[in-house]
C-alpha cells in the first residue's frame, strides 16, 4: 500500500515569487509519481508525473518537479507564479507493479496567489 | 464534448434512497475510474474497469456501492440505501493507456445526503 502526505494545505504567495508545494510519499514498492491541478470548478488534470529516467520533470504552465529517492519526495516547484495559477494541487502515487493507473492522492494544497 | 461527462453535477437525496451516478467517458478511452472525494481530502479509490469488467474494485467501502458499465463505455456508480457518510463528490476518469497515469477526470457528482 501507498500513502502520500502533502504537510501544507495552504499556501499564500504573492505574484511573480516562486513556490514549493511539498509533497513525501510512502510504499515498500517502486512507484510512479504524479501532480494533478483542480481549478475552480473544474476536473482534476495532469500537471506533470514521473515514470522513470531524468529526475527533474517539467510540466505544463511553467511547473516542474523532483523526484528524490533518498527522501522520498516529489515537491513541485515554480520559479514565478501568476494569478492564474490559484488552484489546489494534489500529488498522487501509483503502484508501478499493479499497473500505472490506481492514484493514491494526498490531501491537497490550496495554493493562492495574491497581489 | 470532447471530456468526460457526469451526471447529475448536483444531487441531494434522503438517508435510506437509492442513487444512480452516470459518466460517459472520452470516446475511446478503454479504462475508466470512479473516485470519491470527501470534504478536505483527496480523491479515494473505488473502482476501475478495463472495458466492460471491473478490474479492481478493492475501494468500494461496502455492498450498498455497486458499478456497471455494460458496453465498455457510459458507466453508473450505484449506492443503495444512502447514508450522511455517503455525501462527497464523485468522480468520474477515463484513460486511454493504463500505464501511463494520466487520467481524464470530470468534474464530478456532489452527492448530499440529508
Known amino acids: 500500500a501507498q500513502s502520500v502526505t502533502q504537510l501544507d494545505s495552504q499556501v499564500p504567495v504573492f505574484e511573480e515569487a516562486p513556490v514549493e508545494l511539498r509533497c513525501n510519499y510512502s510504499?515498500?514498492?517502486?512507484?510512479?509519481l504524479f501532480w494533478y491541478v483542480q481549478y475552480p470548478n473544474q476536473g482534476l488534470q495532469l500537471l506533470l508525473k514521473?515514470?522513470?529516467?531524468?529526475?527533474l520533470v517539467k510540466g505544463i504552465n511553467g511547473f516542474e518537479a523532483e523526484f528524490n529517492k533518498s527522501q522520498t519526495s516529489f515537491h513541485l516547484r515554480k520559479p514565478s507564479v501568476h494569478i492564474s495559477d490559484t488552484a489546489e494541487y494534489f500529488c498522487?502515487?501509483?503502484?508501478?507493479?499493479?499497473?500505472?493507473?490506481?492514484?493514491?492522492f494526498g490531501t491537497g494544497t490550496q495554493l493562492k496567489v495574491e497581489l | 464534448g470532447a471530456g468526460v461527462s457526469q451526471t447529475p453535477s448536483n444531487k441531494v437525496t434522503e438517508k435510506g434512497k437509492y442513487v444512480e451516478l452516470r459518466c460517459d467517458p472520452i470516446?475511446?478511452?478503454?479504462?475508466l475510474y470512479w473516485y470519491r472525494q470527501s470534504l478536505g481530502q483527496g480523491p479515494e479509490f473505488l473502482i476501475y474497469?478495463?472495458?466492460?469488467?471491473?478490474?479492481?474494485d478493492s475501494g468500494l467501502p461496502n455492498d450498498r456501492f455497486f458499478a456497471v458499465r455494460p458496453e465498455g463505455s457510459v458507466s453508473t456508480l450505484k449506492i443503495q440505501r444512502t447514508e450522511r457518510g455517503d455525501s462527497a463528490v464523485y468522480l468520474c476518469?477515463?484513460?486511454?493507456?493504463?500505464?501511463?497515469?494520466?487520467?481524464?477526470f470530470g468534474e464530478g457528482s456532489r452527492l448530499t445526503v440529508l
Open positions: 476518469a477515463s484513460s486511454l493507456n493504463r500505464d501511463t497515469g494520466e487520467l481524464f
Open positions: 510504499s515498500s514498492v517502486s512507484v510512479y
Open positions: 514521473y515514470l522513470s529516467g531524468s529526475t
Open positions: 498522487a502515487v501509483s503502484d508501478m507493479s499493479g499497473g500505472g493507473n490506481k492514484l493514491t
Open positions: 470516446s475511446g478511452h478503454t479504462a
Open positions: 474497469f478495463q472495458g466492460t469488467g471491473a478490474a479492481d
